[in-house]
């Protein structure tokens, strides 16, 4: 156990919809890092916030975007879904630097 | 632009054998080189990690070799086991700024009992 917690495990919803991923990270951990994981793309690097401010961004969509809050949790919103954002979406949580440590994900299936 | 490089995308090792995965990169900004191991359904879990300062770390049965001229580095599963069958990623992750790893696509290991 990572000590990063992400809820819901499981999402299925319809195309056109929005849904909000959360993320609680490790205990004093400032960072939290959001990942998309496919079969055809691997592991994507989406977005990263330190301590409520957005540090960095990836290959992140429009339609999506997150968001950290003064308790440390993040937010992933993704709205007007498409099939193709079907995928597992991680966080990871980092004291600082290098070492981070990923949730159990979220499952996230459009239909 | 894929800049981290792994391989195999698959391998098969029987139980007592020894797992080999490479990874190539051509950055050389990158740092900090960890590998995560992922199982079904569970998110990616560090596994070990090196820096360029160092051309070998092991922990127990896992080891990385780290060629920094050549711009690789590999890890080594000594006397693999069926509990080792697992997806593994390995990455690399610039110095300073925000971090953000690159990881490789991943290679699917199966140990046979």
């Known amino acids: 156990d990572s000590g990063v917690t992400q809820t819901p495990k499981h999402l299925i919803t319809a195309t056109g919809q929005r849904v909000t991923l959360r993320c609680s990270p490790r205990s004093g951990d400032l960072s939290v890092y959001w990942y998309q994981q496919s079969l055809d793309q691997g592991l994507q690097f989406l977005i990263q916030y330190y301590n409520g401010e957005e540090r960095a961004k990836g290959n992140i969509l429009e339609r999506f975007s997150a968001q950290q809050f003064p308790d440390l949790h993040s937010e992933l919103n993704l709205s007007s879904l498409e099939l193709g954002d079907s995928a597992l979406y991680f966080c990871?949580?980092?004291?600082?630097?290098?070492?981070?440590?990923f949730g159990p994900g979220t499952r996230l299936t459009v239909l | 632009q894929q800049q981290v490089k792994q391989s195999p995308q698959s391998l098969i090792v029987q139980k007592g054998g020894i797992s080999i995965i490479n990874c190539a990169y051509e950055?050389?900004?990158?740092?900090?080189f960890p590998w995560y191991q992922q199982f079904p359904g569970k998110g990616p879990a560090l596994l070990i990690a090196i820096r360029p300062d160092v051309s070998e770390k092991k922990e127990g049965r896992f080891t990385i070799s780290f060629n920094k001229s050549a711009k690789q580095f590999s890890l080594h599963i000594m006397d693999s086991q069926p509990g080792d069958s697992a997806t593994y990623f390995c990455?690399?992750?610039?110095?300073?700024?925000?971090?953000?790893?690159?990881f490789g696509r991943g290679t699917s290991l199966i140990v046979h009992p």
């Open positions: 950055n050389t900004a990158f740092d900090y």
């Open positions: 990871a949580s980092s004291p600082q630097g290098d070492t981070q440590y």
């Open positions: 990455a690399a992750i610039p110095s300073g700024g925000s971090y953000i790893p690159t």
